[in-house]
């Protein structure tokens, strides 16, 4: 078939050979005929030869030099994919004396158009490397250039080769290491596990160390995993203002670029790839400050529900995290619990972890766990469970005669290998009081005529040679039996019979004298060398002689020294020294290609080498290129203007701007304001005669607009018509603002006080910056007397232009006040506006009550108003509002429909009709309007909140404006975010509020605890913890406006 002429015979040929390899059957005798096929012309036929010659180009390397010419003619193919495989199959051909060709082959491949040959290139260059390593630096050169490469698809491939030709040549990352940081969320799950490992070795050679005061500090742990998440949303001013409580050393702030790399990975933690995961996880553990860590405790936990392989990997991690950061997983102490289901190798890595994890508040709860685990059928399980019960015996003083007394009992176990694994934890803690334990050590030398585990008989007998002063009685007998049964017993067993003699005849040489000649005699004669020259040695120190030795004075110190307890240790313990996640550490030896973390610098190097300078050229921002392409939006004049101005007039501001905006929608995360406000200041500087003329001509449209507002609240057509003919009238003037706006979205948003943020917001979405609008959460709205006036006419300003062009796309802020629903101009002359109205719904008290405001600003009568077929997700519905059957020319109509979100902040989807026209358009509730107020006494909120801890509960820390103190406020902005009722509560700088979801009646409750320094801790607590961490975020914004 592969000689024949016909493309789809030969097509079906490599498929079935294909088909052979995948099963793993040896196809390498067709080298020879599929090799022809090289040159064949059917792009499906070339592609299957080239993934055959992948597989077997090594093993065949003399045929498939034959064919170099057409793997070369390949790498000049139109067709990315035959590009890359010719340079696949080229680099598989591991001979010498093709490396010049191959060289040749990686350098063009690594200025081609395609990110996917480049990316091939980058794979091709460890195999070169391991070839002939004398191109270490022509190979250098190639990673330097791919290194700079913008594309995701090539960052995890070039670092990989960076990582195995020249891991020391930290200089090259410098450039690179913002770009890696911001392109990681999106870079494929194999590339993101290299490039996390890659920057954690290079965050500890370049930054300081973010737990030097940490001795000084002294921080609790388990404060330590419940304020991680309040520390990250601080941004890096927090560690500095923890650091400056230390006066005796130079406080720590943390530099941009490793807080940079924190928060850029901290989005990785809900990866569906467990290694992304554990990267993650290590990550963290090395390089984030002490009260940050714990932000990984919750993802690994997940991965527990992963496959055993999985979990087998995390619980090796968990287990050294847990030893120094035990706080971390207390929380979530219930997920170690052990199933009956796991391998016998996840159990007693578990039972590690719950060891670790043990102390004085929840070792009850450990022991009673323990206690379960004993009655397992899995003896390897059991015997790790009374070592762990002994662990914690000895870590935690308070229930060491309890575990005592619990283990004694298990003397009395019919399976023999409880009882041995029981007294060798007994004997080594009976050598931390053994004086209060004598009946103890009676009990159990009754025990050596049953027990026959030879570790257990071992343990008894040196457990009563060493204390025999407390049993003088029954020492003697015990050795007479031993004397019986020396020659049948284990090695082990014989020399604590020796040992056991010689210890009698020093303390009770009257009663012990002719045995222990006995028992040294049949030693003697032992078949084992040990035990005959632990005899010899022994009769020579303990027996007199005449030509007694200086050692025989100092038997009795040599035999009876008092010895110090045993410590009783993880195995985890000192596994820290190698970097979690990788292979050694996992077996506890450094493996081939391991590379050790390196050490914290003393003092920081220079941060300036990561400064990248933008040439001119590209100082142009991403959105000003989209807005180029969109020039038919606006005039020629307009459209060319626009872009040279933002371009000219501020570019470093931009690009700044520029990057940090790309770096937080790549973390997925938005930046708190102390994070931003020194950018702020700079960037305002740098813009302030941007701002002066924009605050000019605000003020202008907001005279106008007052003037027309009382108009408007009597005819909705008047008040239209004069925003429209404002807006028009200074069009050309708005037009070079807007874009002026939208080179620097980022920094506008954060310009914008928070109070005024939100109306605006919601308004100041163009066409040409929808790619940059995220709309995931809505943003609650205080009143606007906080804003400054010339700055809130400046915001009035911008959305004149702007909101025309996507009304239904806007999404209300809050349930009070009006949101628009259609405008004048989409809707040809009908205006709608729409309010949550807060009342119960009369039809069905799920659904939230909408007040929808119909106006005609229209010449001619509107006549069939109502609600077409709704497209809606799974779960909302809509109750219709009553036909409107006509509204007259300048007439206003008011009709109440209900909807049912589901509790969930997607958006409503809907048709509004008229007897001509239909209109699409879309409503989308914040979150605190999902729910309704629930009235209870301080006792029942105090008990449901107990029932609603854990996991259920999210908490915030937050610094309340000195114009936010009085309860007047407070309860005001609080009510205005979220529909939830007042609780009473007792004191006066607590504020408890209590709500229930519209559709699942889930309880949702809301504590402020307010300091009158202004800090304050916010806390809500519900079974839905989407809703409950959407509304924390809208009730800070709106506490801290």
């Known amino acids: 078939m592969l000689d024949t002429n016909k493309d789809s015979l030969k097509l079906e040929a490599m498929k079935r050979i294909v088909a052979m390899i995948a099963r793993g059957k040896n196809a390498s005798d067709l ?35 034959l064919s170099i010419s057409t793997f070369q003619r390949g790498l000049k193919d139109p067709n990315q994919l035959i590009r890359a495989s010719a340079l696949r199959v080229l680099s598989s051909i591991r001979v010498p004396i093709i490396v010049p060709i191959m060289m040749l082959a990686i350098k063009e491949a690594a200025s081609d158009m395609s990110p996917y040959v480049r990316k091939t290139a980058a794979h091709a260059i460890p195999k070169l490397y391991s070839l002939d390593s004398d191109q270490k630096d022509q190979l250098i050169e190639v990673i330097e250039k791919l ?21 020391e040549r930290i200089d090259l990352i410098h450039k690179n290491y913002r770009k890696l940081c911001n392109l990681l969320i999106d870079v494929e799950e194999w590339g993101q596990v290299v490039i996390i490992s890659m920057l954690t070795r290079y965050a500890r050679t370049q930054f300081l ?53 924190l928060r850029n990975t901290k989005p990785l933690l809900q990866s569906r790839s467990a290694a992304v995961v554990m990267a993650v996880a290590q990550l963290y553990f090395h390089l984030a400050p002490k009260a940050e860590v714990g932000v990984i405790a919750k993802a690994l936990v997940r991965l527990l529900r992963s496959h055993s392989e999985v979990q087998y990997v995390v619980l090796q991690n968990v287990a050294t995290m847990s030893i120094k950061r035990r706080g971390m997983f207390e929380p979530y102490l219930k997920s170690f619990y052990i199933r009956s289901t796991d391998p016998t190798q996840i159990k007693i890595l578990k039972l590690e972890v719950l060891t670790n994890l043990a102390n004085e508040t929840n070792i009850p709860t450990v022991l009673r766990e323990f206690q379960t685990y004993i009655r397992s059928m899995d003896k390897d399980f059991v015997a790790a469970t009374i070592q762990a019960i002994g662990r914690c015996a000895t870590n ?132 084992n060398y040990d035990i005959r020259d632990r005899a010899r040695f022994t009769r020579q120190l303990i027996v007199p002689s005449e030509q007694g030795g200086a050692l025989s004075r100092h038997a009795k110190k040599l035999f009876l020294a008092p010895k110090p307890a045993p410590v009783l240790e993880s195995s985890f313990k000192d596994r820290d020294h190698f970097q979690l996640g990788s292979l050694s550490h996992l077996l506890n030896a450094k493996a081939t290609g391991y590379q050790e973390l390196p050490d914290w610098p003393e003092e920081a190097p220079d941060p300036s080498v990561r400064n990248v300078e933008v040439p001119e050229w590209t100082k142009c921002s991403n959105r000003e290129k989209r807005k180029e392409k969109e020039k038919p939006f606006y005039s020629d004049s307009e459209g060319e203007s626009g872009p040279t101005e933002s371009a000219d007039s501020d570019p470093e501001s931009e690009s700044e701007s520029d990057s940090k905006s790309s770096s937080e929608s790549g973390s997925g995360e938005s930046s708190s304001e102390s994070d931003n406000k020194d950018q702020d200041e700079d960037e305002e500087k740098g813009r302030s005669s941007e701002s002066e003329h924009s605050e000019e001509e605000g003020k202008k449209r907001k005279m106008k607009k007052r003037k027309k507002e009382p108009e408007g609240q009597e005819g909705g057509s008047s008040s239209e018509e004069g925003s429209d003919s404002s807006s028009s009238s200074s069009e050309s003037e708005m037009t070079s603002e807007t874009e002026e706006e939208q080179a620097e979205p980022a920094s506008w948003r954060k310009k914008t006080p928070p109070s005024s943020k939100s109306a605006p917001a919601a308004k100041e979405i163009s066409l040409l910056d929808l790619e940059d609008f995220t709309p995931p959460s809505v943003q609650p709205v205080s009143p606007p007397t906080v804003v400054s006036t010339s700055l809130a006419a400046d915001l009035e300003g911008l959305t004149l232009t702007d909101s025309p062009l996507v009304p239904s796309l806007l999404s209300p802020v809050l349930g009070v006040g009006r949101q628009e629903l259609l405008h004048r101009v989409a809707g040809e002359g009908l205006v709608v506006d729409y309010t949550f109205s807060r009342q119960p719904f009369s039809g069905d008290p799920h659904m939230v009550s909408v007040h929808i405001h119909f106006s005609n600003s229209s010449d001619t009568p509107i006549k069939g108003l109502h609600v077409g077929t709704p497209k809606l997700p799974a779960g909302i519905s809509i109750q219709e509002f009553p036909e409107i059957e006509s509204l007259a020319p300048g007439e206003s109509a008011t009709a109440v429909m209900g909807i049912n979100f589901c509790d969930s902040t997607q958006a409503a989807n809907f048709q509004l009709c008229t007897q001509t026209r239909q209109f699409y358009v879309s409503i989308q509730p914040p979150v605190g309007e999902l729910m309704a107020p629930v009235f209870m006494s301080e006792n029942e909120f105090k008990k449901e909140q107990g029932k609603l801890s854990g996991m259920n509960e999210i908490t915030e820390k937050l610094t309340l404006p000195d114009t936010c103190r009085s309860d007047h406020v407070v309860v005001q902005k609080v009510t205005a975010t979220a529909n939830l009722g007042r609780v009473p509560c007792g004191t006066s700088d607590e504020y408890r509020f209590a709500g229930r979801t519209l559709t699942s009646g889930s309880l949702v409750l809301l504590t402020l605890d307010a300091q009158p320094t202004g800090a304050a801790q916010l806390t809500v607590n519900s079974e839905k913890m989407v809703i409950g961490t959407m509304l924390v975020k809208d009730v800070v914004q709106a506490l801290t406006q």
């Open 209 to 261: 160390s973010p737990t030097q005061n940490e001795s000084l500090l002294e921080e609790n742990p388990e404060k330590a995993f419940y304020g991680s998440e309040e520390d990250e949303a601080k941004g890096p001013g927090s560690e500095a203002a923890a650091s400056t409580a230390v006066p005796a050393r130079k406080p720590y702030v943390m530099d941009p670029d490793h807080r940079l790399l």
């Open 147 to 167: 290194l700079a490469d913008k594309t995701t698809l090539v960052a995890g491939s070039v670092v990989m080769a960076f990582e195995e030709v020249c891991p």
């Open 31 to 65: 080298f020879p005929a599929v090799v022809k096929n090289v040159a064949c012309k059917n792009i499906e036929v070339k592609k299957l030869v080239y993934v055959y010659l992948v597989r077997y180009a090594e093993e065949q390397q003399d045929l498939a030099l």
């Open 396 to 527: 935690i003083g308070r229930v060491r005669d309890t575990c005592l007394n619990g283990l004694v009992q298990l003397l009395s176990n019919r399976d023999e290998l409880v009882v041995a694994e029981s007294v060798v934890v007994i004997k080594k803690l009976l050598q931390m009081q053994p004086a209060q334990h004598g009946e103890i050590i009676k009990h159990l030398a009754k025990l050596t005529d049953n027990i026959q585990v030879p570790m257990a008989r071992a343990s008894i007998l040196w457990l009563i040679g060493e204390y025999c002063e407390h049993v003088p009685r029954i020492a003697p007998d015990v050795l007479r039996k031993m004397a019986k049964s020396f020659t049948a017993e284990e090695d082990i067993v014989k020399l604590q019979v020796i040992n056991l003699a010689a210890k009698l005849y020093l303390t009770n040489s009257k009663q012990t004298k002719l045995l222990t000649q006995y028992v040294l005699s049949l030693a003697k004669y032992d078949q």
